[in-house]
């Protein structure tokens, strides 16, 4: 397979960031972070196999291959990183974190879950969402599901600036090998194994994951920090990117801070 596409900015000294976008994305859905952290953190924001410049996989890819592709790039080009993963891309994170927790400083899952194969029902309906794709086209696709992804209250140039990079960004083959992914995944047991310093995020108005998903995350990940962010709905980091950007530069910092253990 060829190297996926990674937009890269910021220091080479670090912190290095590593991005995860989620199963409607690309890289540039970390648009305001890039802006944000561009001059102090290191970012480093794939588009997944199968997504805006990233060529299709050859054959569709199970978590453990995503997981090991995105350890693959810590290992070339920064040796190790903190990981922020939005929704799909939080849940290739804790797979990361469960498999190499030795590449991660920290792990951040935002809207994220312990993946759709939790329950018959969401592992049918994420399946049943590569078969609408097929059938709608990424326009009609996009259009129907970004009003979904964001709060009741967020303004139509938002929504439609969310469904224009959503239409870009998704093919058939990298979303439905997404797709499968989440389906097959249900990490509620392996919480109790991650190791990694965890903060967890979520909109008050996401009503795709939401509290409910992440509650079981920071429930179930030992010492997890558990953030609500008032007015966001799922894109936390696209409509509420301030209150986002404080909370991930803060933790990434703190757990900066946590390392070298030197005992005296
Ligand atoms: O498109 C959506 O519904 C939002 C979403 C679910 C999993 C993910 O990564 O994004």
Known sequence: MTDPHVSEAGPGT???????????????????QFAEWGDRLRLLAWDAPGYARSADPEWPLSLDD????????IRERCGAAHV???????????????????LLRS??????????????AGAAAMRARATELDSAGATAFA?????????????????????AAMAGAIRPAGYRSA?????????????????????????DRDTVTGPPAAQVLAGGIPGAVF????????????????AFGAWVESFVHITERLRPRVTA
């Not at 995503?66 to 790039?73: I, N």
């Not at 939005?86 to 190499?100: D, P």
């Not at 966001?232 to 696209?238: C, K, P, S, V």
Request: proline share 7%; with cysteine; charged share 15%.
């Open 179 to 203: 797709a499968e992914s989440m389906a097959a995944t249900d990490h509620t047991a392996d919480l109790p194994r991650i190791e990694v310093p965890t903060l967890v995020l979520c909109g």
């Open 227 to 242: 953030v609500t962010l008032r007015g966001a709905g799922h894109l936390a980091n696209q409509e509420r990117p301030e």
């Open 143 to 163: 259009a129907a599901r970004a009003p979904k992804l964001l709060s009741p209250q967020a303004d139509p140039s938002t929504v439609a600036a969310v469904a």
């Open 107 to 120: 792990l951040i899952l935002g809207a994220a879950s312990v993946g759709s194969g939790a329950t018959a």
């Open 66 to 73: 995503y997981a090991d592709l995105v350890a693959a790039l």
């Open 14 to 32: 670090g912190p290095n960031l590593v991005l995860l976008h989620g199963i409607g994305g690309s890289a540039d859905t970390f648009a305001s």
């Open 84 to 102: 922020l993963g939005m929704s799909w891309g939080g849940v290739i994170a804790t797979r990361l974190a469960l498999r190499h927790p030795e």
